[in-house]
């Protein structure tokens, strides 16, 4: 029965015309245009050193060297070209546009002011962020190994701390763990490539409309089909399953037509990353046709309200995961950080960040494993959903 409903629901797919454009077609079509659009971006836009100012209201050391750093003159990729200005002087650079943002030294937390959202205020807020994280756990480290040295002694009589050890085992610790933000826009940034990061994600989470037509032929309140199959005494689960494997598969025919296409024709080069992205691309589309298979199940409804309810969702995940424009990602990641933690959306594209952005791969199978648990959660929904239903009346 698991193969027979494979081959069913495998070929119902293909026949879809509609379907067949927007899964298959419709990202060649939006690749092309990308392509002609973005094609020399790269020669005309560089990301340029970004200029700022800083503001001493108080002392804080680390912030100021960790800038001083990425500012060096020495360094041909310094990120940014710093200046030390007062409060008021600072505002007027700002206000005639003479410097992307000013930051304002603070003991807790240094806080960032720009004028608008773009691409170098974006990586200004994100460098002092991860400036910031780096300092807490250097303080959470020192903290520890102090009172580890203090342990042991009898109420009143303390241990004093190897100062110069504790140093040492801090900085190994960093030079271990550390995952540096650097200025590669010379040799690497290319505005093309992130569309072509998101025309990937998108398709991947658009097959969730395969996973709902596949399932919607197996429920029986679609069609003549799914009352037959509704009386059966085969397992729900093998009908969610088989029907799951026969989207992926077409899912993952689109995916390699749209690499082949984009990698041949439009000659995009993925780089060494291509493996990478592709597995990326192969747990995303997972997660979109689990998706699309949960709505089909747990709502009540027409297939085209279905559908719609189904794009509803995709387009807001893409919009507050920062396909639409990377500052709403921050925002959301600042103010609200369980939302993008359950969004799928958030997740692929945060996986291609983390690819394009940072030196290890720690974040990136962080989203891999995000993902397959966001699948797997919303199978195991579909298979309970799918159980639950009855019908007074077919």
């Known amino acids: 029965m698991f193969y027979h409903n494979f081959k069913y629901a495998f070929k ?58 990425l500012s060096d003159e020495e360094n041909e990729d310094r990120l940014f ?8 002087k600072a505002k007027e650079l700002l206000e005639n546009d003479e410097i992307t943002g000013y ?9 960032v002011v720009i004028k608008s959202n773009g691409i170098n205020e974006t990586i200004l807020k994100y460098v002092t962020e991860e400036i910031m994280q780096n300092t807490e756990m250097i303080s959470n480290i020192v903290e520890k190994r102090v009172q580890e ?35 590669i826009s010379n040799s690497n940034l ?24 596949a399932i919607n032929h197996n429920l029986a309140n679609m069609g003549n089909v799914g ?46 990353n291509l493996p990478l992205i592709v597995l990326l691309s192969l747990t995303g589309s997972l997660a979109g046709l689990s998706l699309g298979i949960a709505v089909a199940t747990l709502i009540k409804a027409n297939e085209n309200a279905k559908i719609g309810i189904l794009i509803a969702v995709t387009m807001l995940g893409c919009f507050l995961s920062g396909m639409m424009g990377i500052t709403m990602k921050y925002m959301i990641d600042k103010n609200v950080p369980i939302v993008n933690l359950v969004n799928p959306a958030s997740m692929i594209t945060d996986g291609f960040y983390a690819l ?17 648990i966001f699948s797997g959660v919303m199978i195991i929904l579909s298979i309970n959903g799918l159980r639950k239903q009855k019908y007074e009346a077919l």
């Open 12 to 69: 119902t797919l293909f026949r879809d015309k509609m379907l067949i454009f927007w899964t298959f077609a419709f990202p060649i079509i939006l690749g092309t245009f990308f392509n002609m659009a973005f094609s020399n971006i790269e020669n005309s836009e560089k990301l340029d050193i970004i200029s700022i100012a800083i503001v001493e209201k108080e002392e804080n050391e680390i912030m100021k060297q960790a800038f001083e750093t």
């Open 81 to 88: 070209q710093t200046q030390y200005e007062s409060e008021e």
């Open 103 to 111: 930051l304002v030294l603070l003991k807790e937390e240094p806080k």
């Open 149 to 183: 040295s203090m342990q042991g002694y009898p109420e009143g009589i303390y241990n004093m701390p190897n100062v110069e050890n504790i140093y040492e085992d801090v900085m190994k610790m960093l030079e271990d763990n550390q995952v540096e933000f650097k200025n």
């Open 190 to 213: 290319s505005y093309t490539m992130i569309e072509f990061y998101t025309l990937i994600a998108m398709t991947c989470l658009y097959g969730g409309i395969l996973g709902m037509t």
């Open 227 to 272: 009352k037959r199959t509704s009386i059966t005494p085969t397992s729900k689960g093998k009908i969610i399953f088989s029907s799951l494997m026969a989207s992926y598969l077409a899912q993952l025919i689109g995916l390699a037509i749209l690499f082949v296409y984009t990698i041949f024709v439009l000659k995009v080069d993925y780089g060494t």
């Open 356 to 372: 394009y952005y940072y030196d290890t791969l720690d974040r990136y199978f962080l989203n891999i494993v995000s993902l397959l």
